[in-house]
């Protein structure tokens, strides 16, 4: 991550809510109308009248191999009983030509965009293609066609070709009459909206002539920044890091220099914009000659040997040089426009082969991530000055324009708002691009890319997966950055608020970034400097936060969080649950159905390890590993690095004292499979591909689990339930697994099968049971000691890693194929250890406070969990009725209850991810 501030924990936040309570005060309405898309997806999990049949059982068990393909889908979508997310949806198939990488890193292969095969794409309203509103189109460079205008609601039927080849099947798909709608121009539509004359992007800096506050703090920081390039000559660039140690590999060697250069080479583009931008502002002649001079610099440079040595590296130069060729175009003479136009031209050429190589049109996971997070925009800028001055550009643009409208954010098919690489991290690295492409779709194309749903649903999960004044949800890569918050965080969450028309939103960036709400907003830096030129901060209304969801379902990326006080972390129990159809790939951990969970703003039960480089051996053994997650091991083996190492949320209720989750891990350890060879090649590099080291390499390694379903409970105030069922085709060693960083202070409990946590702001007894014996061990050391062989070679302060780490297991003493665990985790702040005796009695029933836990730990009967509040009557059960009188009105056998005097009897069965055809969608 870049761009961070550091906020300690644990600040004033009781004070701060007090006085934002006051602003905002409108109607429940209100708040209905800015959460719709968590009602959505939390009552897509409920039950309806049409669907009571006492015949089924509700567990519907998924199989597929990979539901987020890397590489190359295996189906085409949508199809019937697929759900879609806006009109019109975004079909998509099968790259007829792409070939699995062989080896890694990979080949890239130039001139691919040429070679690739084309498609041919056909829609209508009757299967014979027959009807008034059939639509063909021809010769498409990707496998997918975006329609661009809405279609009509009820049922279109679809296909496609290879061009001058056989027509595919026939697939249908229903229209929805509510979807949300995404319309534009198409692709010649668009191109012929840009301007013929430069500036045709980078032309008046403000708009409007009265400057608003931080529009001048914006200008004063362009001219601080001009002022310190002027002096600057080019051997100043340099990275001043130690010297590389002569015991560094030469894997080691390679991402030192390749940072090195990033660096330097990044540090002069940054100086280009930062004068043009100040000349844009200025008008002050010397600037432009000094960017001018850097730019002739960078241009003088082989664009194919730097965009192979660092990708982000080449495009930034492109993208520097390209705001040359337009700020300055009639200063420039012709050969410098030639030599300008000859690196961008040869690297957009490259961006684009290596889109198709590595199918952005097709590929369903986190596709790309270079591409998406800064390398489009710097192309895409690229093709629409390259206008008229290159044959290729109207291809390039036509080609970029319909990718990100199409396959962003998320691949194209995400709509919950949150983000597959990690809500603490790496959402944060696509802010700026985002933002800047929201700016340039608007004012160019006249679309409004933030009407995309994901975008609604995004401004209110900020909050929701970090919350203010707390450590985050503990996924994805950045987890172990936990004290610090991306300060582009707050500045988002506040564009989002101010074109979305969300307070919530606003109130979570002004909480977030410790500014006065009767303040304009501030904003650091130059960060998202192309938005704040153009903004004129307008009044959103105000809402009640009194009643805003305490929990919530991200189900199309697969994280439930819950709380007790969402808005106030100095009195907040948050618990995090993660099964994802995305997988382990990308920037993913091996973490589906772990648990994170933080109280009062601070971590207790949470990842362990560091990050150095996604190449290193400590953060590959004892980070991404799923021995450093709250999950299960399997005979110590991890859950697979790749998109086939799934999860999903299959079950989810809300109430008021208690809401329940139920994640399947089922088809989680698995092989890695070819789309790992990123992974399997690192771990080989570093000798850590081993057994030992918990890799399936073979039949005899694979543990073979067929059944892996987590039931996570919370019971406020302060008690959290875990039932896992778990089943495997021989017989292994179960590891139920609670880890926790230095904080924790973790101990074995003198209960039986029990650890403690004892922090600076609390007391945790966690109890483990298990349907066969069990025993508990406790090591406070990493499993690989974690060493910072990078940050100091390239210029920066070394991590500073914590002593102690814990992490606890819980096996079962011996081996068998069928396992429970029931996890019993009291949060207690009294610091006298006071915890309830959580102790089955005669009838296997658990009492703790008001709750009556019952858990079904026999293997050979029915898994079934009953939890019920003896005081307020709200009642949960899983599983069989076993004449349970609550359950009479249930319509399905074995489905989850959950039954409060507010909301009446809420029912809910297994439910498919998106992109899984199934009986009822989100």
């Known amino acids: 991550m870049k761009n961070k501030i550091k906020v300690w924990l644990g600040a004033t936040v009781a004070v701060m809510s007090v006085s934002v309570q006051s602003v905002f005060a409108q109607s429940d309405g209100t708040v209905q109308q800015v959460f719709s898309g968590f009602h959505q997806f939390a009552d897509g999990f409920k039950v309806n009248e049409e669907e009571a049949d006492d015949s089924k059982s509700g567990i519907t068990p998924l199989t597929m191999g990979c539901i987020r393909q890397k590489g190359n889908r295996e189906f085409p979508y949508p199809v019937k009983g697929h759900e879609v997310i806006t009109n019109p949806p975004v079909f998509t198939w099968p790259m007829a030509d792409y070939e699995y990488p062989k080896v890694f890193p990979v080949k890239k292969v130039s001139g691919k965009t040429e070679r690739c095969l084309q498609y041919d794409f056909q829609m209508g309203r009757t299967r014979n293609f027959s009807d008034k509103d059939v ?465 009062k703003g601070k971590p207790i039960f949470y990842p362990t390890g560091y990050k150095v480089t996604t190449q290193d051996k400590h953060y590959l053994l004892a980070h991404k590993h799923s021995r450093a997650r709250n999950t299960i091991t399997v005979d110590g083996k991890t859950q697979a690095y790749s998109h086939s190492g799934y999860g999903w949320i299959a079950r989810y209720l809300d109430g008021n004292d208690i809401t329940y989750a139920l994640g399947d891990a089922s088809n989680a350890y698995v092989p890695f499979d070819q789309s790992a060879l990123n992974w399997t090649t690192v771990l080989k590099n570093a000798q850590a591909y081993t057994s030992e080291n918990g890799f399936i390499l073979d039949d005899n390694d694979n543990p073979q689990v067929r059944k892996f379903r987590r039931h996570l409970v919370m019971l406020r105030p302060n008690i959290i339930v875990l039932y896992d069922e778990l089943e495997a085709e021989k017989e292994v060693t179960w590891t139920f697994q609670l880890n926790g960083l230095e904080r924790a202070g973790m101990k074995i409990g003198d209960a039986g099968n029990s650890l403690i946590a004892d922090t600076d702001n609390c007391d945790v007894l966690a109890r483990i049971f298990g349907s066969s014996e069990l025993t508990t061990s406790l090591v406070d050391t990493s499993y690989v000691k974690p060493f910072d062989w990078l940050n100091p070679q390239r210029g920066r302060k070394a991590i500073e890693f914590e002593k102690n780490q814990y992490h606890g297991k819980f096996e079962n003493v011996r081996k068998c194929k069928d396992m429970r665990f029931l996890a019993v985790i009291q949060i207690d702040e009294s610091n006298s250890m006071s915890f309830a005796d959580a102790k089955p009695d005669a009838d296997n029933t658990i009492v703790i406070g008001n709750y009556r836990i019952k858990a079904q730990m026999d293997t050979s009967q029915e898994a079934r969990l009953e939890i019920e509040n003896k005081t307020t009557g709200e009642y949960l059960l899983y599983g069989p009725a076993n004449g349970a009188v609550k359950a009479k009105g249930r319509k399905f056998s074995h489905s989850t209850l959950l039954i409060n005097k507010t909301s009446g009897c809420q029912e809910t069965i297994d439910r498919y991810p998106l992109m899984v055809p199934c009986q009822k969608g989100y």
């Open 135 to 599: 639509l063909t189109r021809t010769g498409l460079k990707l496998a997918f066609y975006n329609n661009h205008k809405p279609l009509k609601p009820g049922t279109w039927y679809w296909r496609y070709r290879v061009s001058g080849k056989s027509w595919s099947k026939v697939y249908e798909v229903n229209i929805p009459e509510n979807l949300p709608k995404f319309q534009s121009p198409n692709a010649e539509e668009a191109y012929d909206m840009i301007p013929e004359k430069h500036p045709r992007i980078f032309g008046e800096a403000i708009s409007g002539k009265v400057l608003t506050a931080d529009q001048k703090q914006l200008r004063a920081s362009y001219r601080r920044a001009a002022n310190a390039a002027l002096n600057k000559e080019v051997a100043s660039y340099k990275v001043k890091g130690d010297p590389i140690p002569a015991t560094a590999s030469e894997v080691e060697r390679k991402q030192i220099m390749q940072f090195r250069l990033r660096y330097e080479v990044e540090g002069i583009n940054r100086d280009i914009e930062h004068l043009l931008n100040g000349y844009r502002l200025i008008s002050n002649k010397e600037y432009l000659d000094k960017a001018v001079a850097l730019a002739d610099y960078i241009a003088a440079k082989e664009p194919a040997a730097m965009y192979a040595a660092a990708d982000f590296t080449g495009a930034k130069s492109m993208s520097a040089l390209s705001m040359t060729y337009d700020v300055a175009y009639a200063y420039l003479n012709e050969q410098q426009k030639k030599n300008y136009k000859h690196f961008i031209t040869t690297v957009i050429g490259l961006i684009i082969d290596d889109a198709m190589q590595e199918n952005v049109g097709s590929a369903d996971g986190i596709l790309c991530a270079h591409f998406f997070q800064h390398t489009f925009y710097n192309a895409f800028t690229s093709a629409i000055v390259m206008k008229g001055h290159d044959v290729q550009a109207e291809k390039w643009f036509g080609m970029l324009y319909d990718i990100w409208l199409s396959r962003s954010p998320g691949g194209g098919f995400l709509s919950d708002g949150v983000w597959p690489n990690g809500n603490m991290g790496y959402v944060h690295v696509n802010m700026e691009s985002m933002v800047n492409n929201f700016i340039l779709f608007r004012n160019l194309f006249n679309v409004n890319i933030f009407k995309h749903p994901w975008y609604a649903n995004c401004a209110n999960a900020l909050a929701y997966t970090m919350p203010v004044h707390s450590a985050g949800d503990g996924f994805g890569d950045g987890s172990d950055k936990v004290y610090e918050v991306n300060r582009l965080r707050a500045e988002f969450a506040y564009i989002l608020g101010q074109e979305l028309n969300n307070p919530f939103a606003i109130h979570y960036a002004y909480e977030l970034s410790g500014q006065s709400p009767a303040a304009p907003f501030a904003f650091k830096k130059t960060d998202f400097d192309t938005y704040r030129l153009q903004h004129r901060p307008r009044k959103v209304e105000a809402v009640n936060l009194a009643n805003i969801p305490q929990s919530a379902i991200f189900p199309q990326t697969g994280i439930v969080v819950m709380n007790t006080d969402v808005l106030n972390a100095s009195d907040n129990l948050f618990v995090s649950f993660r099964s994802s159809p995305f997988g382990s790939g990308s920037h993913g951990m091996a973490e589906q159905n772990s648990f994170n969970v933080s109280y």
